[in-house]
């Protein structure tokens, strides 16, 4: 399986996921499908800090993303719920620079603990996803080949992440809420485990330009049907 099979399957869950929140507005089996997007994603991110060629500019051209998605995000997140939030895109440079962290400083409890100073970050700033989001990033990198401890160590975060939810919030049951997201989440771990390490087609930008432009959409969709 192709980086660009992988990225076209998160493409399309991530859409399943934003439309059930913006059009439908209830919880249902389009956001458990959605599940499935953001591993996908954040194991691309951690491929591709590995094989850029030009670090600064890889860095540069995710924080021109999340800058430019911004608005559409807030505009998208105000059909739910509060859009006081940042987007992905910003948790995918707070996930790189975990990476980078972890891949450069020599003493590796020091580049670890920077590593979780960037993740609190991420939740006292609340990007999307907060903490867990760039934890599991960190993971992809980490065991990006030990596919057995890559599989272990990230259905672990899946599981730890959703049960912390259950015990904070206490909004919904376990077993018929929480149990289904953490079995979605995880299904991600499948296709990962078929990549075969090649780009297939080449569409370096598809999920750049297509982030934004859906959340548009679904925005204007929203108020459409209302």
Known sequence: MSSFVIKLIGLCTMFCDHFNNAVIGHFSYLNLIGRIAFPLFAFQLSQS?????????????????????QAPFMLFLSTYTSPLALNIGFTMILGA??????????NKFLGLS???LISILGEIINVDYGAFGIILILLFYIFREKKLWLTISTASCIFINYTISFFVYHGAPFVTYYLPIILCSCIPLIFI???????????KYLFYIFYPVHLLLLYFLHYFIQ
């Open 49 to 69: 800090y590995t094989h850029t060629k030009n670090l600064t500019k890889f860095l540069f051209r995710l924080l021109v993303f999340a800058i430019i998605s």
């Open 114 to 116: 920077v590593c979780a």
């Open 193 to 203: 485990s078929l990549y075969n390490g090649k780009r297939g087609l080449n569409a």
């Open 97 to 106: 620079l975990a990476i980078l962290s972890f891949d450069k400083i020599p």
